[in-house]
């Protein structure tokens, strides 16, 4: 298994351990935020894996595969890095708010 791989294996799932932590001791608005931010990152991967399960060929004007990066798989990525941006931000927001008391 590829180094970087495992790394995007890691990051995504402590992602996903941060924002479920997060959303089962949140409240309100905050549990509604941590919710978001895991729905929009889990769905990203299941879409990524789906898409990467599932491959569309892309046939380019000469009738063979282009070799292009499907849109399908650009929007989950769009989605599962929305939603880590998302829970970073989340934690720097906790971590400064700690800071200052």
Known sequence: MDL???????????GLAAAGLAAW?????A????????????FGVAAMLLVMLVPVELPDADGGISG???KAFGVALLLA???????VLGLAAALFRRLRR
């Open 25 to 29: 001791r949140g409240r309100g608005l």
């Open 4 to 14: 970087s791989v495992v790394a995007v294996v890691l990051i995504v799932g402590a």
């Open 81 to 87: 890095v929305t939603g880590l941006a998302g829970i």
């Open 31 to 42: 549990r509604l935020y941590w919710l978001a931010c895991l729905g929009l990152l889990g």
């Open 68 to 70: 292009e990066m499907p």
